[in-house]
């Protein structure tokens, strides 16, 4: 579904470090950073707490997609964020954070780009996906589970 | 199958609003419901709701963290709930959806953030109890089906005591099936009331009902009873934080189980049974005329709405008929309301099909013989298009033929053994009991509302039939 599009190798982590929810944002962001794909963390990430002010991200069901859309953006990104563990994350199921999803949008951003973090969004309401998700190996089987038509 | 339109919006329109969208269309494909949710993201609107698609819907389901234009919606059933719920629980949203206050233009402006609340507290203590009641119900009723079904084949095979190996398991799995229609009466109306953790002590309080012979009266009463129970728990116990988890694990389960549960056998169980025993004894007692005329009443409702709150009425009372029969017995109460239920449809699709087609447009015509379809199936809803086109000369026709339907089949005295299915279940061995008698009650219903309408509608002119025809 064109995912490299939004990201690469260099924005997947299968085993995050820390077990808090702003620790966790803060190191995906830092790899986006470290891609190039942010003009400004700082607008960024301000943009992202924002968003969980208004409502959590955590969806419930192991799963949270924090995301913010900023002028701090560069190109439209996705980084993933793996934690076998659980971060602590006051989901709506009151249940810790295993697979994570940040999101950066531009403040002008395509429809392409948008389109596919809506099919991303999509597919993680199936469990069969989610289970693959904590399953997987490689960063590559990243790409086949979510680039799987269905 | 019901079918609903919803719309899913979210603050940013990335995430949530597809999210949620997907959950409600795997929701609707689990329990078996058609939907189309128009997702108004940062994309912009998509799959947007086409106005016959709004038309079609039983419900409409919005699930936004935003203010969503509701106008398209006026006189749909409609529900309005934060984005993360339809995230988390989509099937008992899509469920509560159908039991959902009509939606009138300008009773809301702006006001968005606690509709969902204010339409609960907006409903009438009466209407919530219904809507829970009607939740218990639609579950428990594929039970009966099946188990009915399934008993009436095992006799047929073997004789009124099953003999044989085939007729024994199919015995066996019917007892099993009817017996569990009354853990899910009792257990989904609880749920109704209380969502997942009201499932157990509904359960149980179904169970016990089943076990102490207090009837379809002491499972729906049980499944009140655990419902509320839990929800009063839920108010009154406060946990520290740490211990919270235990909540829905440990605690609510165990003492809403016992509460209700003890209530249940030491207070009002005693009178439930003398009710329900009552009940039974009056039905059963019930010859000659009294039964007949309880037959035109209850066939009479059975039309009066095309299954609205007085259809369900008397089709609930059926229902409870049938369960507090002993087994191998039918009830001819039943029988009397499900062909009732029938003639509707079929009247109305033998009058625009066969012997009134210049009466009707060609839109009606083509929904005449679905309407066959329908009606065989004991889906009165079949005949709403032509209701809602024209009441005044629909509704009081398939009124009487229904009643006569009714009053005839308590006449023949024929019985049924299941809560539904139409004319599929007549050819079932042992289903129905008089199967002749019951054709022909139903056909004489039929015809004489059939007749009835053709009569009284006026045929329409050609000029008016082409334009039907354009639009």
Known sequence: MGLENLMSDALICLDLQVDDKTGAIHELADLMEADQRLKSKRKYIKAVMKREAESTTGIGMGVAIPHGKSKGVREPSLAFGRSQAGIAYDSLDGKPVNLMFLIAVPESSNDTHLKILSQLSRKLMHEEVRQKLLQMQTKDELYEILGDEG | ???????????????????????????????????????????????????????????????????????????????????????????????????????????????????????????????????????????????????????????????????????????????IAMTLMWPALGGYVAFSIASRPGLVPGMVAGMLASSMDAGFLGSMVGGFLAGYTIVILRKWIRLPKNFSGLLPILILPLLSVLISGLIFIYVIGGPLIALNDGLTGWLNGLTGINSILLGLILGGMMAIDLAGPIGKAAYFFGVASLTNLSQGEVSTVMAAVMVAGMVPPLAMALSSTIIGKDRYTLEQREAGKSAWVLGFSFISEGAIPFAVADPIRVLPSVTVGAAITGALSMLFGTGIAVPHGGFFVFFIPGAVEGVLLYVLALAVGVAVSGILVTVLKKPIHTSVETDSRVQ
């Open chain 2, 1 to 175: 199958m019901k079918r609903i339109v919803a719309i899913t919006s979210c603050s940013t329109g990335i995430a949530h609003t597809y999210m949620a969208a997907e959950a409600l269309e795997v929701a609707a494909k689990e329990i078996g419901h058609e939907i189309k949710v128009e997702t108004q993201g940062s994309i912009g609107a998509e799959n947007v709701l086409s106005k016959e698609d709004i038309e079609q819907a039983d419900a409409v389901v919005i699930a936004a963290s935003t203010t969503v234009d509701k106008s398209r919606f006026k006189g749909k059933r409609l529900l309005e709930v934060d984005v993360n719920e339809a995230i988390q629980d989509g099937e008992s949203l899509l469920e509560r959806s159908f039991d959902a206050p009509i939606y009138q233009k300008g009773s809301d402006t702006g006001e968005k953030v606690n509709s969902e609340k204010q339409g609960k507290e907006g409903k009438s203590s009466f209407q919530e109890v219904y809507s829970h009641l009607m939740t218990g119900v639609s579950y428990m009723i594929p039970f009966v089906v099946a188990g009915g079904l399934l008993i009436a084949l095992s006799f047929a095979f073997g004789g009124i005591n099953a003999e044989g190996e085939l007729a024994s398991s199919l015995k066996e799995l019917g007892d």
